[in-house]
């Protein structure tokens, strides 16, 4: 039987997923892991704690939140 995936779910409950952790991550791991689920939606969880919740969202939502990323509508939340 299938894991239903749910929003705040452990990400350790995720199973067969692959994790990528960004390139610009510093040495400590401040930063965010995304992987792609069966189903095409996408969860992230924070790369510190790799067994803590995990927040589910669907490829609309990141590719919004990735073009406002490079629109640079968030410079202002690392100001």
Same mark, same amino acid.
């Given at each position: 039987m299938a894991t239903e995936v749910l929003n =705040?779910?452990?990400?350790?409950?995720?199973? =067969?997923?692959?994790w990528t952790k960004s390139s610009y991550s510093d040495a400590i791991g401040n930063c965010v892991e995304f992987a792609v689920l069966d189903g095409g939606d996408i969860a992230m969880r924070n790369s510190r704690f790799p067994e803590g919740p995990a927040l589910i969202y669907t490829r609309a939502e990141v590719a919004a939140f990735v073009a406002g990323a490079r629109d640079g509508e968030f410079d202002d939340l690392v100001h």
């Open positions: =705040g779910m452990s990400a350790a409950d995720l199973k =067969g997923v692959t």
